[in-house]
Each structure stands twice: as C-alpha cells, then as structure tokens.
C-alpha cells in the first residue's frame, strides 16, 4: 500500500491541493500499479514562517522580494 506524504507551505486552494491528490495518486498506481483504494496521500500545510531552505524562511524570502520589487514610481531617486 503507497503511502504519499507531503508537506507544502500553506497558501494554496482547496482545489490545487485536491489537483495535487489526484495527480499523486494516478503518478502511484501508474509506478507502481497500486490500485486507487490502496493508495493513502497526506498534505500537510505549515504556515511559511515554519518551513525554510537554507535557513531562510518562506516568509522571509517574500519580504524581501517585495522589498527588491521594482517601483513604479517616476521619480528616479526613487529607484
């Protein structure tokens, strides 16, 4: 019996998450030939100021790519 987990960082729908189970589970039984009833897949969501790459939160990273953003302002000083 396949057993999926996966952890993600929350801020997706409920309809990407449901894409998600679906596409895990066909990906499953066409690897492995499991049948669909046989197949458990787990998505856990944690909120982005707890999951980090290279000791950078997802958070964190956001933040600061919305402080690098260009701005739309047209005074050159500005940017």
């Known amino acids: 019996m396949p057993f999926i987990d996966v952890t993600l960082a929350q801020g997706r729908s ?8 679906h596409e895990l589970t066909a990906a499953a039984q066409r690897a492995v030939g ?3 009833a046989n197949i458990r897949v787990v998505v856990r969501e944690v ?3 707890h ?8 958070a964190e ?3 600061t790519s ?3 953003a260009p ?4 005074d050159p000083a500005v940017r």
């Open 71 to 74: 701005s739309n302002s047209q």
């Open 61 to 63: 990273r956001a933040a």
């Open 14 to 21: 409920d309809e990407q998450i449901r894409a998600l189970i």
């Open 34 to 36: 499991a049948p669909a």
């Open 47 to 49: 909120p982005p100021t």
């Open 51 to 58: 999951f980090a790459a290279g000791d950078v939160t997802i």
């Open 66 to 68: 919305a402080n690098d």
